[in-house]
């Protein structure tokens, strides 16, 4: 089950994960669009409405997914957005809920109801959505990257509880991938996607934009067998993004220190 499968990063691995022969349902609150990419996916896909604010749903739909198919090998909680933005002394308290609601309380929702049916069965693997954000400062506004960390941490302890029960918990944190998330959830254009490609190939070390299927590709072998002995990581998906600056920015910087100590 994809949780945020709708668009951008959830939508590629839905559809990656169906490619691969996977049986996959597909998480949201965009009925129409989710509808379709299952229509699109074919055969064994299907889509079941989701906001993960609210727990009900949470639970209905990986209930949904139990009877639908018997078990539940893999959830990835993926659905975000941007969030509230602003000064740390600026930020409103409703803001500041709503965004902790999608962002980590969400994710909580996912594994909390993932872990009641994988705990039962004896397997299962929990795959949570972080971010470069959580993992250095200056990436993303304050609120989203706060909870971003938390929910790397949330990986780390739900990995520790439920390692006994043979269910995996771990987590993804891309780099600068052109989703919809940078448009407040609506589609990008064309020309936009192509614009934020060309100005994310400039971000990191790697020399190119990262993609969805990037993601998807991280997503896929965390979910498969071939990762058995790993939980309770945060797999850091950013081009090197998050290594520190280029190396031509540190040989131009040293460049311009030496010069001033020769001169």
């Given amino acids: 089950m994809i949780i945020g499968g709708t668009s951008g990063i959830g939508e590629a691995t839905a559809r990656l994960f169906k490619t691969e022969g996977s049986k996959v349902v597909i998480g949201g609150r965009n009925d129409t669009r989710g509808t379709k990419i299952a229509k699109e996916c074919g055969g064994e896909a299907s889509f079941f409405h989701v906001d993960v604010v609210k727990e009900a749903e949470v639970e209905a739909a990986v209930n949904f997914t139990k009877d639908k198919y018997g078990k539940i090998d893999c959830v990835f909680n993926n659905a975000g957005y941007g969030g509230i933005r602003g000064n740390v002394d600026s930020i409103p308290s409703d803001g500041f809920d709503k965004t902790v609601a999608v962002l980590y309380r969400g994710v909580f929702y996912g594994v909390k109801h993932a872990a009641r049916v994988m705990k039962e069965q004896k397997s299962g693997c929990i795959i949570n959505t972080g971010s470069v954000a959580g993992v250095s400062a200056g990436y993303s506004s304050l609120v ?25 918990v771990n987590c993804i944190c891309p780099g600068a ?87």
């Fill in 144 to 168: 989203y990257s706060s909870c971003k960390a938390a929910v790397m941490h949330l990986t780390r302890m739900a990995a520790i509880e439920l390692a006994e029960h043979n269910v995996r």
């Fill in 177 to 263: 991938i052109p989703t919809p998330i940078f448009q407040g959830g609506v589609e990008l254009s064309d020309a936009k996607l192509e614009a934020l490609k060309k100005l994310f190939s400039g971000a990191q070390p790697l020399r190119r934009s990262g993609l969805p299927v990037d993601i998807a590709n991280a997503a896929l072998w965390l979910a498969s067998d071939e990762s058995s002995f790993m939980t309770g990581q945060s797999v850091v998906v950013d081009g090197g993004l998050t290594l520190g600056r280029r190396w031509e920015e540190y040989n131009d910087h040293f460049g311009q220190i030496r010069s001033l100590l020769q001169s």
